[in-house]
């Protein structure tokens, strides 16, 4: 089991900034992607940005250029710093965690999110 838990979260003029925090504990020795999604008021839940132990990032076009995504793999943490925020941005954040385990066992994590509002 991996436990997920996010902060950071808050609310914020739009053009502002924020850093959510995602710090993994429990079995976190065969972490792989670490990623953050967001789920607004009445829609599905979307993906927004996601790196793999390696490093390697993938983000939403909707993001790029405002979000980055970045992983200390020794403290198990994963950010993602929000600049340029813009209304739109206000949704319940997510973190995610996927565990690779040695016999090729694949489990999905999920924190309990953290409301990011950004007002106009």
């Known amino acids: 089991q991996v436990q997920l838990v996010e902060s950071g979260g808050g609310l914020v003029q739009a053009g502002g900034s924020l850093r959510l925090s995602c710090l993994a504990s429990?079995?976190?020795?065969?972490?792989?992607?670490m990623g953050w999604y967001r789920q607004a008021a009445g829609k599905q839940r979307e993906l927004v940005a996601t790196i793999t132990s390696g490093g390697n990032t993938n983000s939403a076009d909707s993001v790029k250029g405002r979000f980055t995504i970045s992983r200390d793999n020794a403290k198990n943490t994963v950010y993602l710093q929000m600049n340029s925020l813009k209304t739109e941005d206000t949704a319940v954040y997510y973190c995610n965690a996927v565990v690779v385990t040695g016999t090729n066992m694949r489990y999905t994590y999920w924190g309990q999110g953290t409301q990011v509002t950004v007002s106009s």
């Open positions: 429990g079995r976190t020795f065969y972490l792989n992607v």
